[in-house]
């Protein structure tokens, strides 16, 4: 039984969502999951790990403008205080409006 709890933490980790703080400052990532929100504060270079499992909604340094929706599979990377998909350009948020551009909070 051991065994079989042990895959199913390492297949779950795996197939979630990860966010690496690569700026020189500290972020604070609020996670949302359905009704639950948890905040995560994020060092230089500091990884979270396994978030979104199946799906959530992020949010950098308590933005309430348009959150970054994952699927719950994404590598991502906090630069310059926006969100970016590794390897894959800068994650839009529904409400940011532009393709291609990060999200930015409204006045």
């Not at 396994?50 to 309430?64: A, E, T």
């Amino acid at each position: 039984m051991v065994p079989t709890v042990v895959l199913i933490n390492a297949f779950s980790a795996a197939h979630a969502a990860s966010v690496t703080n690569r700026d020189d400052k500290d972020h604070t990532v609020t996670v949302i999951e359905g009704s639950t929100q948890i905040d995560h504060v994020l060092k230089k270079d500091e990884v979270l790990e396994g978030v979104c499992l199946s799906g959530c909604s992020i949010r950098i340094d308590g933005d309430d403008v348009g959150p970054y929706v994952l699927e719950g599979t994404e590598a991502t990377t906090i630069e310059g205080g926006d969100l970016y998909a590794d390897g894959q350009g800068p994650l839009v948020s529904p409400s940011s409006g532009a393709t291609g551009q990060p999200s930015k909070p409204g006045p």
